[in-house]
């Protein structure tokens, strides 16, 4: 099967329809202009920069219309993406760079200083800054732009398994993964979430994630392009600027339960109105059932999903109606996607049982940048290993209970530190929190929570511990507490439990 390239089909069905906001700058690109502007780009890399089909050039920069236009414009020039995560400290995004081996960088001005050291350690012979000026020796990408013929320049059809970008994802092993990225992932995935949340031309998607990650390029940017939507797209999250925008422009918004979170807490929440937003979606991490509970008393109902970089990301979403009668679950696959539960056999287990949830489809990864082992390791006849644990229940609503490598066994029993987290998560003091598991001579592991507490409020250890009793199995309840001033996150807003682990005694 083939792809099209989406954007001069839509640049011909609707020119004048605007494509992309930029919430930073307050640009508005057309259909036609944000053809024409990846276009010009495409042009470039064959024409100036002569930079061939299957190589690559990566891009060190946030949220903005032009990340687009470069996306739209590789794709266009055959040429493979690569997407920095500019949180990274300079020694992983050397490591990444020389994986991926890139032979021209993209950057934000803020970025400077950072570009240029990679460029002097890999392989990077051709740097660009975005904007209309640039240091000697490099390019500045509008007057890149404006040197081009205007020409539209249409990408041929390309075979959906061909590579479009790369996403860099933290490796067991240490070693990054460049998890590649497919025409056919990007299709699936539009076709996936856009049946799931009815999306339609006439939605305004608000687009707040960072687009070196799947979220920030797919949810839900690529599928309102995919049909003639508007996407906002946000610089950076910002809990104040995140509700302006959703009270006055956007229709549909997929965060991350961290956002969730900080949206609720802002002071300026009540005073807007929300009613021209028709779909409210979360993923990549489990959102706490209290949260689901406050945004539905406000007469907002999340639809909580689950997805992954290798996915697409779109695996599940939970139908509207079941949102708060299925509180917790993920709701079904989705429609171009197969799921199984599994032990560690790799036998199905009854509903109600826990096992590893193994994920199938077209909207799936091939697998990992000149990685073959972790590759096949990943995989059994086609059937990615998800590494997270998971149940279905009689009426086949699915439930992500924890990540495999987060459960840890106190006096022989499995604990799952999201049971646990939604039990403390229900206590009005506290803004959040996450459970790790810590070695213990009697019981091999316990139970640490780690708690950040709302401005104005005080607990005390034994009361977070006296909360959960007659709440969960005694052997679940955590054994200690540590109170903090913030939890580390992930740009996907997951917590960083490996680094609580060893901040506070867990390895």
């Known amino acids: 099967m083939y792809t099209f390239d989406w954007l001069a089909k839509r640049a011909e069905l609707s020119p004048n329809k605007v494509a992309l906001v930029d919430a930073a700058t307050g640009r508005r690109w057309t259909y036609a202009q944000f053809n024409e502007r990846a276009s010009r780009f495409a042009e470039f890399l064959r024409d100036e920069w002569s930079i061939r089909e299957g190589e690559r050039i990566a891009i060190l920069a946030p949220n903005s219309s032009d990340y687009f236009e470069v996306l739209y414009g590789c794709a266009k020039a055959g040429v493979i993406l690569v997407c920095l995560n500019w949180r990274l400290a300079l020694p992983e995004l050397e490591s990444i760079v020389q994986d991926a081996g890139p032979c021209a960088l993209v950057y934000d001005r803020d970025f400077a200083e950072t570009a240029r050291t990679l460029a002097e350690r890999t392989g990077i012979r051709l740097l ?5 000026e640039a240091p000697g020796g490099e390019w500045a990408y509008e007057k890149a732009l404006a040197g081009a013929s205007g020409r539209p320049v249409v990408m041929s059809p390309r075979p959906l398994s061909d590579v479009w970008h790369l996403l860099y994802t933290a490796g067991t092993t240490g070693r990054p993964k460049g998890v590649l990225q497919t025409f056919g992932m990007v299709f699936y995935n539009a076709v996936n979430i856009g049946i799931a949340i009815d999306l339609t031309s006439q939605d305004v998607t608000l687009n707040a ?7 920030g390029l797919n949810l839900y940017a690529n599928p309102t392009f995919h049909v003639g939507g508007t996407a906002i797209i946000q610089r950076a999250f910002n809990p104040a600027e995140t509700l302006r925008l959703l009270a006055e422009e956007a229709t549909a918004f997929f965060g991350v339960p961290a956002m969730y979170l900080f949206m609720s807490q802002h002071p300026d929440f009540e005073k807007y109105d ?9 993923g990549g991490a489990p959102m706490p059932v209290s949260l689901l509970q406050w945004y539905a008393e406000r007469g907002i109902v999340i639809q909580q999903g689950f997805g992954m970089t290798e996915t697409g990301p779109t695996v599940f979403l939970i139908d509207r109606e079941h949102a708060l009668s299925k509180a917790g679950s993920v709701g079904k696959p989705q429609m171009h996607v197969m799921v199984r539960i599994v032990d560690r056999e790799g036998r199905d287990v009854p509903p109600g049982e826990l096992g590893e949830l193994w994920i199938k489809g077209p909207g799936v990864t091939p697998g990992y940048w000149q990685q073959p082992q972790t590759t096949a390791e990943s995989f059994t006849d086609g059937w990615l290993h998800s590494g997270d644990v998971a149940r279905v229940d009689e009426d ?11 459960m840890y066994i106190s006096g022989g029993e499995n604990v799952y530190p999201a049971e646990v987290e939604n039990v403390l998560y229900q206590m009005e003091a506290i803004a959040e929190v996450a459970v790790i598991g810590v070695p213990d001579p009697k019981w091999g592991e316990v139970g640490k929570a780690v708690v950040v507490l709302k401005p104005g409020y005080t607990l005390t250890e034994e009361e977070v511990i006296r909360f959960c009793e007659g709440k969960i199995a005694r052997y679940k ?20 439990k490996t680094e609580l682990r060893r901040r506070f005694g867990g390895g």
């Open 128 to 132: 660009m800054r975005l904007g209309e």
């Open 274 to 282: 929300f009613s021209r937003v028709r779909s409210w979606a979360c």
């Open 209 to 215: 994630l960072p687009t070196f990650h799947t979220g």
């Open 396 to 406: 086949g609503y699915y439930y992500i209970v924890d990540r495999w490598k987060d």
């Open 477 to 496: 309840i955590p054994k200690s507490v540590v109170f903090v001033d913030a939890l580390p996150r992930n740009p996907a807003g997951k917590v960083l």
